[in-house]
């Protein structure tokens, strides 16, 4: 695909992002502001302590990453819309009303929200990777003008394999059977297993 037809596809296009407060999410949000015309980027972003998604993601465009963007378009926060929910919860913790918007609005996804801290509990770790895509996605199936949904996956998810390619792999545990083992365990219980 040539940079012209990248452009032609994202222009005037609404983009939800999950995640955009990490680094990929930064990336991505300051990448698709500068390089194409997105007519807006939707930013699931969760509270954190006394800071709301909007302040969190004012916090995000204080960063140098967005220094060269304010620069060549002064007004780019004109096109960026926060939005409060978590990807651990149900229908991604949204309010009846932006889920909506996302629904009749927004033409393309990028799920990029993860946990990636290794010591993570295993249990919270899987409600933000796992059930938090499936979330998206069962969101994502009621789109009405729904063009594409890039999901970008932890690393190491296959360690003990010298190559991958870009096919869907088996694995010996699957989805319900991690799901109903964790569901059993308390938050305690599942931290004494996460070393494991």
């Known amino acids: 695909m040539s940079e012209l037809q990248i452009r032609q596809f994202y222009e005037n296009q609404r983009v939800f992002i999950t995640g955009g407060t990490g680094f990929i999410g ?3 949000i300051e990448k698709l502001l500068r ?5 807006t980027i939707y930013v699931l972003i969760r509270a954190k302590g006394d800071k709301n998604s909007s302040a969190r993601l004012e916090k995000i465009f204080s960063c140098p990453l967005f ?3 304010l620069e060549e378009h002064p007004d780019y926060k004109n096109r960026v819309t926060a939005i409060s929910g978590d990807c651990a919860q149900e229908n991604l913790g949204l309010t009846l009303e932006d889920r909506q918007e996302l629904i009749s609005k927004a033409n393309i996804v990028f799920h990029v929200a993860a946990t990636v801290d290794f ?3 295993i ?3 899987y409600d933000v990777n796992v ?4 979330f998206l996605l069962e969101l994502c199936k009621k789109f009405e003008n729904l063009k594409s949904v890039v999901h970008t996956s932890t690393a190491y998810v296959y360690c003990h394999l010298d190559a991958l390619d870009e096919v869907i792999y088996d694995h010996p545990l699957h989805y319900e059977q991690a799901k109903s083992m964790l569901e059993r365990l308390s938050l ?3 931290a004494r297993q996460t070393p494991r």
């Not at 390089?35 to 007519?39: F, G, H, N, P, Q």
């Open 26 to 28: 930064k990336v991505l």
């Open 35 to 39: 390089s194409t015309e997105v007519a």
């Open 67 to 69: 220094d060269k963007l």
């Open 119 to 121: 010591n993570e509990n």
């Open 123 to 125: 249990k919270s770790a």
């Open 131 to 134: 059930k938090g895509t499936k």
């Open 188 to 190: 305690e219980e599942a």
